[in-house]
């Protein structure tokens, strides 16, 4: 079994910062690209950004140059470091994580919970 985990949403005033985290667990081979998504109220979800198991970056434009993801293999982790924040990024973010498992060494789409991030003008 593998779950997904994020963490780090709130309430914060336009200009201000957060970080999500994502933690993956279980019967995990390898982890291959992970990525934050987000969808607000009446929307479709989103992409964020993400980022591959060799580090290459991928970011919305609406967040270039004020959200940075990045990842730590050794915990199986991905942050979302988000500044400047704008009442516009107001949504539910939810983690993703291509994740090739022990059983089977297929590679398989996961989700978390998501996560609320408000943002407060």
């Known amino acids: 079994q593998v779950q997904v985990v994020e963490s780090g949403g709130g309430l914060v005033q336009a200009g201000g910062s957060l970080r999500l985290s994502c933690a993956a667990s279980?019967?995990?081979?390898?982890?291959?690209?992970m990525g934050w998504y987000r969808q607000a109220p009446g929307k479709q979800r989103e992409l964020v950004a993400t980022?591959?198991?060799?580090?290459?970056?991928n970011y919305a434009d609406s967040v270039k140059g004020r959200f940075t993801i990045f990842r730590d293999n050794a915990k199986n982790t991905v942050y979302l470091q988000m500044n400047s924040l704008k009442p516009l990024d107001t949504a539910v973010y939810y983690c993703?994580?291509?994740?090739?498992?022990?059983?089977?060494?297929?590679?398989?789409?996961?989700w978390g919970q998501g996560t609320q991030v408000t943002v407060s003008s």
């Open positions: 279980g019967s995990i081979f390898r982890i291959n690209t």
């Open positions: 993703n994580a291509a994740i090739v498992v022990f059983t089977t060494r297929y590679e398989y789409d996961y």
């Open positions: 980022i591959t198991g060799g580090g290459s970056t």
